[in-house]
Each structure stands twice: as C-alpha cells, then as structure tokens.
C-alpha cells in the first residue's frame, strides 16, 4: 500500500483514501490479535516420548517383534546412508508387517479414502472421539504404506539392482520420500536403463493399485531420480583453465536460477518483483546489479516456461479430445505480456488445486526432463577433453535444477539437498548405522562432526542456495495455512524453514571475502541476530516435530492442538512483536532475503558468472 499510494503521489491524485484504509487495516489487526486463540494452561510444552515407529498391533510374536525392528533400523539406517539395502532383509519386513497388520481392513480402508490427506483427517477426527482406537488405525495406515512401498522397491531393486532410499521421519503423519540414487546395475536394454524410468515403474504401478491417483496423492510417497554423474577429477592446472573455471561458474548460475525458482514459485508477480527490486537497491556496482537482475529475470522466465508445459502437459493427457484440443487453444493464446504472465499463473495454480491432475503432468514432465539429463550424463562419462566435461557438467547442473522443478516438493538445487539433506539429515543416519556404541552426547557430538565437515566443503553460493530454497518453502507453508482462522498453525509448521535459513546464514558468513563477512555479519532480522532467532524458534520446531507438547488430561489442556497454536502465536509474538499474521511474517522475512542476496551476491557474483559464455558455446553454422 505505501508503494501505492507513492506511485499516485508520483503523478499528483490524492492519496488520502489509501491512508485512510491503512489507518483501518491496523485498527482491524488490533482487533484480530484479541479475537485470536489464548492458553489455557501455564509453561513450556513438555516433552513428549520420542517419536518412534508405530507399533505393531497384530500378532507377532516377541522374536518375530524384534525381528522386524532390528529389520526395520538397520534398513533405514542404509538407506539413509546411500547404501544399499539387502532384500532378504525388507523382503522378511515385509512379510512380518504382512503379518502383524489387517492387510484387507488396510487396502479397503485406502481405496476408499483415496489420499494421504483423507487418512490423516480420519485419524485427527478420531483422535478427539476415541484416541486409542484413532492411534491403531494410523498406526495399520503407516505400515501399510511401508508394506506396499517398500515391498514394491525391493521387487525393483532384485530385478533392476540400484540403489535407493530414504531420509524421511518415523512419525506417523510425515510423508515418506524415496530416492533412486543410481542407474540399474542389471539394466534391459531400451527398456529399463535410467534411475527415472524405475521411478516412472514405481508411480505406474502405485497409481495403478489405487485408483489412478499417483503415489504422491495415495501415500504422501514422492519418487526421486537421484543418481549423480560421477564427479570430475582435475589437475590444480586444469582447475586454473580460463575455459574450465567459466564453465564452473555457468554451472553455478544454473544452480543459482533453480533456488531462485522456488522463490518465484511461492511468490505472486507483484511480490517477486518488489522482492527483486528491492533486492538490487543493496548492491552499489552497477556491473554486478546488472548481472544479478540478469539471475532473477532468467529464474522468472523459466518459471513461465515451467508454467506453460505444466498446463499443456495436464491439456495433453486429458482423455476428453474436444476438451483437451480446447484447453491447449487456450493455453496457446495467452499473450507473451505481463498481462498473459498472470494469467498463465493463475491457471497454473487453479491446476495445482486439482492435486492428482497436476501431479500426473509434473511426473511425466520431470521423466520428459531427466531424459536429457541422462543423455548429457552419458555424454560426460564420454570425454576426454577436461574443457569439453566442464561444459557437458555445466549444461547438466542447468537441465537438473529445470527437471527437479517438476518434481513434487524437491529441492530445485544443489545447496540445499547438500546443506539439510546430506549433512543434516544424513549424518544421523550415518552415526546411526557406524556398528558404534555411543552415549546420547557422544552421539550428539559425532553427529555435529560429520555435519560440520560436510558443510565446510560447500560454496557460499551453494549455502545461498539453501537460504533462498527454505526461504521460498517458508513462503509456500504461510500460504498454504493462510486460510485458518488464526496464523499459530502455520507459525510452528513453517518453524523449521526459519531454523534452516538462519543456519545458512550462519554457515554462509565465514565463506565470504572479509569486508563483505563483517557486513554480513551485521544483517539482522527485524532487529535481531538470525543466531538468536534459531535460538528462539527452537520452541517451536520441537512442538511442529512433537518432540514437546501439552499433553491433554490432569492439569492439562482440553485441546491440546489449539494450546500448541495459541503457544505458538505467543513465542512469535515474543521473536518478533509486530507479527501477527502470516502475511507479517512473510514481510519480516522476505525483507532479511533482500538483504542477505544483496550482501552475497555483491560479494560473490563475478564468481559464479561466466561473462561471455560464447566460447563455449559457438552458434551453429
């Protein structure tokens, strides 16, 4: 509204209405934060018993009981390590969960819920009629999901031989997200070739079972292509090359552009670019400011681009021929003007409330996608020249960050999969399955040891990266908890992307030039250390993690739901006193990214820029 009523200003109409209903809105807030949830009890959340697996509540017998627990850790263990697993152990899990659940009741139960969601909803409605009876029916649903997708992996996997896995959550409610980190071991020729097309048998085969849902809408089970192109090995000389380090920067501005995809994903138009603008005020060279807007117009072009196929995809697969030859028209007559851009985008989000729809187009885009990304893959392993994988890699890195785009909740670059993934998540994994004993601070500290190793080894950039990607899934959680009532749902679920975005602030800082490190250093979030802000949402993540809660019963709530809500509008009310809505909280924190990009990247964009790509890249003649 202030950029509004400046614009009018600017050509001399009367700006008194808009202050005047900016006067209204504040007194409205006011009254909005009375109407909002208040506690019922006294203190902090207590913690809660560790979030485990559910338990199983057939009949196993207490050998065939730990029999499938040791199965069950020692498999996750792998698979969070990027191991592999050994079949005959899933393949006995399998059996035993077989076993220990109704398998019939379970598959029913599915096909006539239809989607994760559904099944979540039973169980909180449950929950408030008949806890116990609610906890048995969640606990059948998880391990019912880990009977058929596991099941069908490790049939995948004894054909196809590769590698895949998990880092997901043993909470009941979390989604559970499979990788395939390399290519078949026993490949068939033209058929079965590439980590894609075994994620491509796993969704045909899932949606086929259930309705024609895909596995995402079913089981809340996303299927990823991970398997990386074997890293580069290269002399101190070669690293020097002139054509090899531009290379090395084309590759890090393809990376650059997919974090800043999420951002623009999450982002109205306006607000991108407010956001953009606002950004490039903080960087006084007027060569890097050129190349910076240079980053964030490609990142918001290809997100049309992105858009477009999104919908014709969806257009292409409808089934109805006069109605898909209708949708494609009307997809080909949206005007290439910022006019047209809106629109595309408001069709593309009308797509995405239809989540089954638009999933199937983004899975087949993002198989469509890593089709050339294995090609370019195969063409690197090729080689010889250093010069010419430099190029090959710095191409492939750009077509992985547009693929990942298309699938469903992915991070779309390198900083962030490195940053929480690898050395967050995994390193626990790792510790985990090392055949050590340890202590829980022992634990703790081996943990931090591996995490902090593997951090030391990542670019500023890659860490830039990471803030920007957490950033813009901080954004898509307040948008989509924006039509509660009140924000404390969404202020502890979008907690942990705070957490993770001031982590990446933290590791980013000793990675940059010294003056630019001390400017940095000095950025503060609505006038607190983002150090001191992790700190202080450490409250909150716990209670979205139900590591701490307000358990119901003597002395306490008698919701203990709206109690986690109305504790978390208190403590964000205490971490930054002007926020009370979503929207306020989206606002404090797209203000730091401004400030955060301008730093950096005044800092470190020559580096990660190759100026003249032409070289590298001849016109054909």
């Known amino acids: 509204m202030a950029r509004d009523a400046y614009m009018l200003g600017q050509v001399g109409a009367d700006t008194t209405m808009l ?29 809660l ?57 379970a598959e029913d139960e599915m096909k006539e819920l ?22 048995a029916f969640m606990a059948e649903m998880w391990w019912f999901r880990r009977m058929k997708v596991d099941g069908l992996m490790t049939r995948l996997q004894e054909k196809y031989d590769f590698i895949w896995g998990s880092v997901g959550s043993d909470n009941p409610e979390s989604d559970y997200d ?21 994620v491509q048998l796993a969704n045909k085969e899932l949606t086929a079972e259930f309705g024609g ?26 690293k020097a090359d002139p054509a090899i380090k531009a290379m090395g920067a084309m590759k890090e501005q393809g990376q650059d552009v997919g974090a800043l995809m999420k951002l623009r994903r999450f982002m109205e138009w306006d607000e991108y670019e407010d956001y953009k603008a606002g ?12 190349l910076v807007l240079r980053q964030f117009e490609e990142a918001d072009s290809l997100f049309f681009i992105a858009r477009a196929a999104q919908l014709r995809k969806a257009a292409e697969q409808n089934p109805d021929a006069a109605a898909r030859k209708e949708e494609l028209a009307r997809i080909d007559a949206i005007p290439a003007t910022p006019e047209g851009q809106r629109l595309l985008a408001e069709m593309a989000e009308h797509l995405e409330h239809d989540g089954a729809k638009s999933m199937a187009a983004n899975n087949d885009i993002y198989a469509e996608k890593l089709t050339e990304v294995r090609a370019l893959e195969k063409q690197y392993d090729a080689a010889a020249d250093p010069t010419t994988k430099a190029g090959l890699l710095a191409r492939l890195k750009s077509c992985q960050a547009a693929a990942t785009f298309f699938a469903a909740e992915a991070y ?12 967050g998540q995994s390193s626990k994994l790792e510790v985990e399955g090392d055949g050590k ?15 902090q190793k593997k951090l030391e080894a990542l670019s500023a950039n890659q860490m830039l990266q990471s803030f920007n990607e957490n950033l813009g899934d901080l954004l898509k959680d307040l948008r989509h908890y924006g039509g509660e009532p009140f924000p404390g749902l969404g202020f502890y679920r979008s907690s942990k992307y705070i957490e993770r975005l001031c982590d990446a602030f933290t590791v980013i800082a000793p990675k940059l030039p010294p003056e630019a490190e001390r400017a940095f250093r000095a950025l503060e979030i609505a006038g607190k250390a983002p150090a001191a802000v992790q700190q202080a949402v450490a409250g909150l993540v716990d209670i979205r993690g139900e590591k701490k809660g307000f358990p119901e019963g003597a002395g306490g709530p008698a919701d203990a739901e709206q109690e986690k809500q109305a504790y978390a509008i208190d403590e964000m009310g205490k971490i930054f006193p002007g926020v009370v809505t979503l929207p306020d909280l989206a606002k404090t924190l797209t203000m730091f990214g401004q400030k955060v990009n301008a730093v950096v990247r005044s800092a470190i964009t020559r580096e990660m820029q190759a100026l003249d790509q032409n070289p590298y890249f001849p016109k054909p003649t």
Not at 28 to 37: F, I, N, Q, S, V
Request: hydrophobic residues 40%; proline residues 7%.
């Open 19 to 47: 202050t005047e209903i900016a006067a209204s809105a504040e007194e409205l807030k006011g009254e909005y934060k009375t109407l909002r949830p208040a506690r019922t009890t006294t203190g902090d959340p207590t913690p």
């Open 114 to 135: 239809k989607t994760w969601v559904a099944v979540k909803e039973k169980y909180h409605v449950l929950a408030k009629l008949d806890p116990a009876k609610a906890k």
């Open 178 to 198: 499979l990788t395939v980190r390399t290519h078949p071991g026993k490949p068939e020729k033209g058929k079965v070739e590439w980590d894609y097309q075994i």
């Open 412 to 423: 779309h670059s390198e900083g962030p999969l490195q940053h929480v993934v690898k050395a």
């Open 437 to 451: 004993t340890y202590t829980a601070s022992e634990k703790a500290a081996a943990v931090e040891a591996r995490k």
């Open 49 to 105: 018993a560790a979030v485990t697996k559910p338990p199983i509540q057939g009949d196993l017998t207490a050998d065939e009981s730990i029999r499938l627990a040791k199965a069950m850790k020692d498999t996750q263990a792998l698979m969070g390590s990027d191991s592999k697993t050994d079949p005959a152990v899933v393949n006995d899990a399998v059996a035993l969960i077989a076993k220990g659940i109704d398998v019939g009741r």
């Open 279 to 290: 950004m490039l005020k903080g960087i006084a060279d007027p060569a890097d400011r050129a």
């Open 213 to 238: 849902a895909p596995p995402g809408i079913v089981f809340d089970t996303n299927l990823y292509a991970e398997a990386a192109a074997a890293p580069q090995a290269m002399s101190a000389q070669q």
